[in-house]
């Protein structure tokens, strides 16, 4: 069973930039995408970022799209979001999630998809 941990969330005042991390173990001999999620209190939860495994495909939702990069480190097993621009409405819960590697480009972007793990979060504030 793989575990994933958040790490990097803030409060940043708007146009600032911060990257979090989301550290794997125990997934040694699996090949998995990650994905970044998040979530408003009282909101649904929303696709954010997906990259696969050999980090050839990535996708992202299109209100990220030019402000945020997603990449990881296989040999740290590590992957990253690094977040450009943020904006009050940045404001909520990160959340990273592991889903099989299913084909080379395979990257569901899309919670419905089976995860074989998620995070706890990290709380990403942004205000003035």
């Known amino acids: 069973q793989e575990q994933l941990v958040e790490a990097g969330g803030d409060l940043v005042q708007p146009g600032r930039s911060l990257t979090l991390t989301c550290r794997a173990s125990?997934?040694?001999?699996?090949?998995?995408?990650i994905e970044w999620y998040r979530q408003a209190p009282g909101k649904e939860r929303e696709a954010v970022a997906c990259?696969?495994?050999?980090?050839?495909?990535?996708k992202y939702a299109d209100f990220v799209k030019g402000r945020f990069t997603i990449s990881r480190d296989n040999a740290k097993n590590i992957v990253f979001l690094q977040m450009n621009d943020l904006q009050p409405e940045d404001t909520t819960v990160y959340y990273c999630?592991?889903?099989?590697?299913?084909?080379?480009?395979?990257?569901?972007?899309?919670?419905?998809?089976?995860?074989?793990?998620w995070g706890q979060g990290t709380q990403v504030t942004v205000a003035s």
């Open positions: 990259i696969t495994f050999e980090g050839a495909l990535k």
């Open positions: 999630a592991a889903a099989s590697q299913l084909s080379p480009a395979y990257c569901p972007l899309d919670e419905s998809a089976a995860h074989d793990a």
């Open positions: 125990r997934i040694i001999g699996n090949r998995y995408v």
